[in-house]
């Protein structure tokens, strides 16, 4: 039973970084109708920024700070310099972009920072809190950081007049644009915010895993996983599916099929509610017009 | 929602007469590619070999993704299936290997389209991330230790190379060349006759319009199936030979790396060009390797940058450049 709570917890743990990462793939996803396959090397990006900035002596929330900072901006800039320009082509040639991006991002990370696996700091103390056995520090972190992080973005999209009009461009970009939104802007903003929660999604993730080229590769397909299971364009649902994708990979790979099987968990989910449910649980059902 | 813009595909139109620089192109080719194996040595046989190799998956990825207008990023999913089908009937059961293509063939063509089926149901995008998926994933199937007595596991399975049948004068690299040529010339000539038929119609009509391909009576479901079941017969098959020529399968040579060589490869070549199979094979043969003596992370760096760059600079691929200068050459030539 002990054996099985601390498979739910650390699942839980994982599953605030899946979360992180869906959540930022569903922003993307509402402002654009796009999932940006460059999300994971994105974060992996900032994260091995926040790491040389750490090597370079600035204090951990001082360097965490400039990351999330940095990764907004490159956010911003990735969305006006290769986004835009494709954005009315057609789904072929956006996946296209995206994959190109996803390639190009991981190889000038691995060719600027190297391909050996490093360690990265954990902000969080490395003794259990309240001297419990369960969970520990890091893994409550990352759950609360998690939580945190979606409680300001709710407050953001519902109690501020950009988070509405960044709400309005989700839902309708030319009744938008008449009202006097700038929806340029306001995509670049999304996808400023979608960097920033990603990298805070990756050094989140990078104390546990370590630090290497690859990190993000199967926490992406984790998010996607999540993202679909909660509902593509629901913020909530993407947090909902993120800790249930996080404990239902860990405890399928501890008791049914063995932990070098657990990506086989993301595909199974993927393919199972594209065919059972495919608009997630919290998602609302796509209607095409003819 | 999948709608093309007019000019990021080329529709293949029915041509009445073949040009006749593109007849003397194609005549030259074939000689040329015949008579490799009497000037190269067997190491530059081999590579050319695992060009035409690539050639025939491209080719099915093309078909799929260029004219069907269905994204896969887990084309490698199907090549690995393929190499492991040969090496296990190879190596477990004896089969003789020229027997195993088929079979490599077929086991991809029922995974392929079983995996269609409900794809069909996907927009582009989540075809796309399920496919993706795919590709990540299957690597750790076949490092599963559960089958490991079919697939060697992390190990894999070594082969022995084929010697030419009949006691034909070939060193095993030249036979296996020749083989693999054979397969891509007649998988060409099937890929050529259903563009061209009323199945290549009836595919382009569902990628640039479902509704009105459906509303004209074709069954877009079935044939949406049907094409992803061809188009990983072709990648089968091409794995299998790969699995005969590299003599090796292992989990790792399928990753997801290779799924995206493969869209590299036709989005160089050329979204729905037959022609652009072999661009994009002698592409993706060949680059990574010359970037890879500069530094081990660029062949991704000139992946990502060559796909960045293709779509806004050249969305036809090299078959598209090549097709430009062809229709235009002449016509400076007369002034």
């Known amino acids: 039973m002990e054996e099985f709570l601390h498979q739910v917890v650390s699942g839980l743990a994982n599953g605030g970084v899946y979360a992180s990462v869906a959540l930022a793939l569903v922003m993307i996803y509402r402002a654009t109708h796009l999932v940006n396959f460059a999300q994971g090397e994105m974060a992996l990006c900032s994260t091995y920024l926040a790491s040389a900035l750490i090597e370079a002596g600035v204090p951990y929330w001082l360097a965490f700070s400039a990351t999330v900072g940095i990764s907004f901006a490159a956010g911003m800039l990735i969305e006006r310099v290769i986004i835009r320009p494709a954005a009315r082509a057609p789904v072929l040639s956006v996946v296209i972009v995206f994959i190109g991006l996803m390639v190009a991002l991981n190889s000038l990370a691995s ?35 998690t939580l945190g992080m979606m409680l300001l973005l709710y407050t953001f999209f519902r109690h501020t007049s950009l988070g509405l009009a960044m709400r309005a461009v989700a839902q309708n970009q030319a009744s938008s644009r008449l009202v006097g939104i700038r929806v340029g802007r306001m995509l670049a903003l999304g996808w400023g915010l979608a960097a920033a929660v990603g990298a805070v999604a990756g050094m989140m ?39 249930v994708v996080g404990v239902l990979e860990n405890v399928v790979g501890a008791y049914l099929i063995g932990t070098e099987l657990k990506l086989t968990v993301a595909l199974a989910l993927i393919v199972g509610v594209l065919v059972l449910r495919p608009a997630g649980l919290f998602g609302s059902v796509a209607a095409t017009r003819v | 929602m999948v709608e093309s813009a007019p000019g990021i595909h080329p529709t293949p ?6 040009p006749r620089w593109r007849t ?57 299936i393929g190499a492991y089908t040969t090496a296990i009937l190879v190596h477990r059961f004896g089969f003789p290997y020229w027997a195993t293509l088929p079979c490599a063939g077929a086991v991809c063509m029922v ?72 397969v891509a010339a007649a998988g060409f000539l099937v890929a050529r006759n259903i563009v061209r038929g009323p199945t290549g ?30 188009s990983a017969l072709y990648t089968g098959v091409a794995g299998g030979l790969s699995a005969l020529a590299v003599q090796f399968v292992g989990p790792d040579s399928f990753s997801a790396f290779l799924s995206i060589s493969l869209l590299v490869g036709i989005v160089v070549g050329g979204l729905a060009s037959l022609s652009g199979a072999i661009y994009g094979a002698i592409f993706i043969q060949f680059v990574p390797n010359v970037a890879g003596d500069l530094s ?32 235009a050459l002449p016509r400076r030539l007369k002034k």
């Open chain 1, 111 to 145: 060719w600027v920072f190297g391909t050996t696996i490093r360690t990265f700091p954990s902000p969080f103390p490395a003794r259990p809190p309240f001297g419990n056995h369960y969970i520990g520090s890091h893994e409550l972190g990352v759950v609360g950081v």
């Open chain 1, 205 to 243: 993730v990078a104390p546990v895993v370590f630090l290497d080229p690859s990190m993000m590769g199967g926490v992406l397909l984790y998010a996607f996983a999540a993202a679909l299971l909660g509902g593509i364009d629901s913020p909530g649902g993407a947090v909902v599916g993120g800790f």
């Open chain 2, 13 to 18: 139109t029915t041509r009445t007469g073949v």
């Open chain 2, 24 to 80: 003397a192109a194609v005549v030259i080719a074939v000689v040329a590619a015949c008579a490799l194996p009497l000037a190269a040595d067997d190491y530059r046989v081999f590579q050319v070999t695992l060009v035409v190799i690539d050639a025939v998956a491209l080719l099915g990825l093309n078909l799929l993704t260029g004219y069907g207008g269905q994204i896969s990023l887990g084309h490698g999913a199907f090549f690995g």
């Open chain 2, 111 to 182: 995974a392929g389209f079983l995996f269609g089926l409900p794809a069909l149901r996907f927009d582009g995008l989540y075809l796309a991330l399920a496919t993706f998926a795919l590709g990540v994933v299957l690597p750790q199937v076949f490092k599963f230790r559960g089958i490991e007595s079919f697939t060697g596991g992390v190990e894999g399975i070594s082969l022995d190379k084929p010697h030419a049948p009949l006691g034909l004068p070939l060193s095993p690299d030249q036979w296996l060349y020749l083989l693999s040529l054979g």
């Open chain 2, 201 to 230: 119609r009836a595919i382009v009509a569902i990628r640039d319009s479902p509704i009105a391909a459906a509303s004209v009576g074709i069954d877009t479901a079935m044939y949406k199936s049907v094409t992803f079941g061809i």
């Open chain 2, 296 to 327: 081990k992370a660029a062949p991704g760096a000139v992946y990502g940058l060559v796909l960045l760059l293709s779509i806004y600079a050249l969305p036809f691929g090299v078959s598209g450049l090549v097709k430009r200068i062809a229709s």
